[in-house]
């Protein structure tokens, strides 16, 4: 799967021997064969990353960083060996910018609370867009309420893509940073976070991406984009819950003050003063998620032997098929228009509430999610109460598809 | 009838059921005949946030009973506000406060009244409850 040898032909990824990776997709709900439609909320499992941690926990924990013997020192290197696995995922330039965390909450809060109390004085202004999730407002929300900065919101258009004359206008010497997703996860949309990175770092104000929806889907760079700050979650790239990386620039992560205090994080204590430990300790306080952090080295090692071309050249096709198929359902709005959109389709279904389609579609064994996604401001602007979603991933086949819009067809009989 | 009359009732009715989908259709059938109530009451302290969909529910007592309506943006939360509404509404306030509300399980729509769906049926029936304590600890 990795090699690619330019004398042969590359063969087509077989999609249907990965899919047979992950256990839970075998399973029945409601006793139908289940079609799993919302990995933009939490993604599944392959068995490589459940052995990875099994195998963590029979043959190798010990508490890390801590003790001289031999164990805790395995312990430390299975742990660091998943720091460098997601260095190298998101090719940052050192494994001290690559912090873990929970998730992609607690990356933003992070950086929210830390930079927040460090760079943010009264007046200044933390500009976000109109598609954030409610984890990219509320922390910012706060850190602008302590500060007493004021929090400005970039508007989209109707086909859900944010509107950067607007953000030209908006992005002023008052700015200490920007904070946007790279991929809306109740849209789809992808947003054009190279010219935001390069406008706001031409007047010197650093850019936070919350990549939590672009990370399974697509080749992220950080170099090359140059971001400040990027954070994703685990369980959303087919790693387990409670872990996530928050990568930042040494320049800042230095500046910034701790967020936890604790263990780890030190270098000396006494009850007068505390010095800390260098990055990126100083970030991590108390014992970690390591189990987490080996679950995660292992998704992100699948993800890359699988290769981002071959999944976004599928999911792609997907994605093509799946709004035409829906289109073709008289009384079908999709919800996220945007010419350049990751694999999600949110949409409405004409006369019918999205928790009924819901409803039914779980019945039939499918399970999408419904309501705002997180997104309550985003809805406000749709003029909506939420929407149905289909989120894929690359282990979606056609077939998942057919029976989605079969489902559809299903509850537009039975509802209208 | 006494509250649990009523509940016996409907799961009789449901028995005649043979599967999930004719369950639901007339449960779909029920949300859609009735407006519950009236639009001028669907005031925000009327207002039971879901995080799914949205109840509206208004009290209103009579010689120690209450009589409810409610209504609901989702027409199967609608359907099963009916059948809330059919058991608890013009009930004695304290039959009301003392409740059990066993028959949603047992006609095969519990789910709906799980957290997790946060359709607003949980707080929906917390909040008709409560009329019936505040109402039966007045006299
Ligand atoms: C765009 C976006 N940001 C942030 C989050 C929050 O991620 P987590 O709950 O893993 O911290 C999500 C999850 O739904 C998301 O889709």
Redesign the interface.
């Known amino acids: 799967m990795t090699i690619n040898n330019i004398n042969t032909i590359p063969k087509k990824t077989d999609f249907e021997k990965i899919r047979a990776d992950f256990p839970l997709l075998q399973r029945d709900m409601?006793g139908k064969p289940i079609v799993f439609l919302d990995s933009g909320a939490s993604s599944q499992k392959p068995q490589q990353v459940i052995d990875a941690m099994n195998d963590y926990y029979a043959h190798q924990h010990a508490n890390v960083h801590r003790g001289v013997y031999q164990l805790s020192q395995e312990a430390t290197d299975a742990f660091e060996k998943g720091r460098r696995i997601a260095q190298q995922f998101i090719n940052a330039p050192s494994e001290k910018e690559v912090l873990f965390v929970r998730g992609t909450t607690e990356g933003i809060n992070l950086v929210a609370s830390s930079y927040g109390r460090k760079f943010l004085k009264e007046g200044d202004e933390v500009l976000i867009s109109a598609m954030e999730h409610h984890s990219n407002i509320v922390p910012w929300q706060m850190a602008c309420e302590q500060a007493g900065a004021n929090l400005k919101v970039i508007p989209i258009n109707d086909a859900g893509e944010l509107v950067m004359e607007e953000f030209d206008k908006l992005l002023n010497e008052k700015t200490k940073i920007v904070a946007v997703n790279h991929v809306s996860n109740a849209l789809g949309t992808i947003n054009p976070i190279e010219e935001i990175i390069e406008k706001a770092h031409a007047i010197g104000v650093p850019v936070l991406v919350d990549g939590a929806q672009s990370i399974p889907h697509m080749n992220v760079d950080v170099q090359a984009l140059d971001v400040d700050f990027y954070t994703f979650s685990g369980h959303k790239v087919f790693g387990p819950t409670g872990i996530g990386i928050l990568y930042g620039k040494e320049k800042w992560l230095n500046a910034m003050p701790p967020y936890h205090g604790g263990g780890e994080m030190i270098e000396t204590v006494t009850f007068e003063k505390t010095t800390y430990n260098e990055l990126p300790h100083k970030f991590e306080a108390g014992t970690p998620d390591i189990a987490g952090v080996v679950g995660l080295g292992a998704a992100l090692e699948y993800v890359q032997a699988i290769g981002h071309e071959a999944i976004q050249l599928h999911e792609h096709e997907l994605l093509e098929y799946a709004t035409q198929e829906l289109q073709q359902i008289e009384g079908i709005r999709i919800i996220g228009t945007a010419k350049n959109k990751a694999s999600v389709i949110s949409f409405l279904l004409d006369g019918?509430?999205?928790?009924?389609v819901?409803?039914?579609l779980d019945?039939l064994g499918i399970a999408v999610r419904?309501?705002?996604h997180c997104t309550q401001p985003l809805m406000n602007r749709f003029g909506i109460?939420?929407t149905v979603r289909a989120s894929l991933a690359f282990y979606n086949n056609t077939e998942d598809i057919d029976r989605l819009v079969e489902g559809v067809k299903r509850a537009k009989r039975?509802?209208l | 009838m006494s509250i649990n009359e009523i509940q016996d009732e409907i799961i009789e009715e449901f028995d005649f059921f043979d599967d999930w989908m004719e369950r639901y259709e007339y449960i779909i059938d029920l949300g859609k005949k009735l407006p519950l109530i009236d639009d001028s009451m669907k005031t925000e302290e009327r207002l039971i946030k879901g995080c799914q969909s949205q109840v509206w529910l208004h009290a209103a007592q009579e010689d120690g009973k209450i009589n409810f309506t409610a209504d609901s943006d989702a027409v199967i939360t609608k359907g099963i506000i009916a059948l809330l509404v059919r058991v608890l509404s013009g009930q004695p306030a304290k039959e009301i406060a003392e409740s059990e509300l066993y028959f949603i399980d047992k006609i095969g729509l519990k789910e709906h009244l799980s957290l997790t769906r946060s359709n607003g049926l949980v707080s929906m029936v917390k909040q008709m409850k409560r009329y019936g304590i505040a109402l039966s600890s007045q006299d």
């Open positions: 409601n019918t509430h999205p928790y009924d819901g409803t039914i019945k419904t309501g705002h109460p939420g039975m509802l």
